[in-house]
């Protein structure tokens, strides 16, 4: 079994609707769910959980 600790996750701010978007299994969608802006080009940041 693969354990991967949550420390460091990679979120994306949608630039139509300013939420925040995680990674769902491993994978960022292409478009937002919430408003349906491109975020392909969108560059992401990655951010530690502290422990």
């Not at 769902?24 to 959980?49: L, R």
């Amino acid at each position: 079994m693969c354990f991967r600790p949550t420390a460091a996750a990679k979120v994306i701010i949608c630039p139509g609707c300013q939420k925040k978007l995680t990674q769902q299994q491993g994978h960022i969608a292409k478009t937002c769910p919430f408003c349906g802006t491109d975020i392909t080009q969108v560059e992401g940041t990655t951010t530690e959980q502290p422990k």
